[in-house]
C-alpha cells in the first residue's frame, strides 16, 4: 500500500481521487494542485478528455496561497526536488517534475492552462515544427559565423575606394568639359549609387 503523500506546495494531505481508471492526488481545499504519475498527464491534456474536465472540477479553486518560485520536494520520493521545466513547445506552463520517479506537480490552474494551449494534436506538432526550425535556424548561422570568422562575406573598402575614385574622373573631366554646372549635374547623378556603396 502507497502511504499518503503531502501537498509539496501547501503542505496539506493529497486526497487519492479515481478519474477514468487513474489514482491522481489532488489537493482539495488547498492550493488546487494535482498529483499525476508517470505519462498519466498526456491522458488528460487534450481539450477533447473528459477525465481532465473532471479533475479540474475535483481539484476546484485554489483556497491557499502558495509561492510559485519556491522549489518543492516530490511527494512520492522525498529526497527528490521537483525540476521545473516547459511543458510544451510554446513555454509557456511551466510544470515541475521529478527525476526519480516521473511524477509531475501541477500548481493550481495549470492542468486547465495546458488543456487551453492547443486545440488538437496538428497544433502541438506545428509547434513542435516550428521550434525545431528556430533551433536549427539558430544552429545554422551559428556554424556560419564559424565559418566567415568576424570577416564580412565581401571587403567593402575596395568597393568604395574604386568607386570615390570613379566619381572623382567624373568630376574632373565634368569640370573640364563644362564647368561648374556640369560638375553639380554629376554630383546630383552620383551621390545616390556612391552613398550605397
Known amino acids: 500500500m502507497i502511504s499518503p503523500m503531502n501537498c509539496p506546495a501547501c503542505g496539506r494531505a493529497l486526497t487519492p481521487v479515481d478519474v477514468s481508471g487513474l489514482t491522481i492526488e489532488v489537493c482539495q481545499g488547498g492550493c488546487a494542485g494535482i498529483w499525476v504519475d508517470r505519462a498519466e498527464l498526456r491522458a488528460l491534456e487534450r481539450p477533447a478528455t473528459k477525465a481532465g474536465e473532471a479533475l479540474i472540477a475535483m481539484a476546484g479553486k485554489p483556497a491557499v496561497t502558495v509561492n510559485m518560485t519556491e522549489r518543492r520536494s516530490c511527494p512520492r520520493c ?109 554630383v546630383r547623378w552620383a551621390a545616390i549609387p556612391w552613398a550605397c556603396v
Open 78 to 186: 522525498p529526497d527528490s526536488v521537483l525540476m521545473r521545466h516547459f511543458y510544451s513547445p510554446r513555454r509557456a506552463i511551466a510544470v515541475d517534475e521529478c527525476a526519480t520517479c516521473g511524477g509531475t506537480w501541477l500548481d493550481g490552474g495549470e492542468l486547465e492552462q495546458i488543456r487551453a494551449e492547443y486545440e488538437s494534436g496538428g497544433d502541438r506538432r506545428q509547434a513542435v515544427n516550428l521550434l525545431v526550425e528556430e533551433i536549427l535556424a539558430g544552429d545554422r548561422m551559428t556554424l556560419m559565423r564559424k565559418q566567415l570568422g568576424e570577416e564580412l562575406p565581401y571587403d567593402s573598402s575596395r568597393s568604395r575606394i574604386v568607386s570615390s575614385l570613379l566619381v572623382a574622373v567624373y568630376l574632373v573631366a565634368a569640370y573640364g568639359l563644362g564647368g561648374g554646372a556640369a560638375v553639380l549635374k554629376v
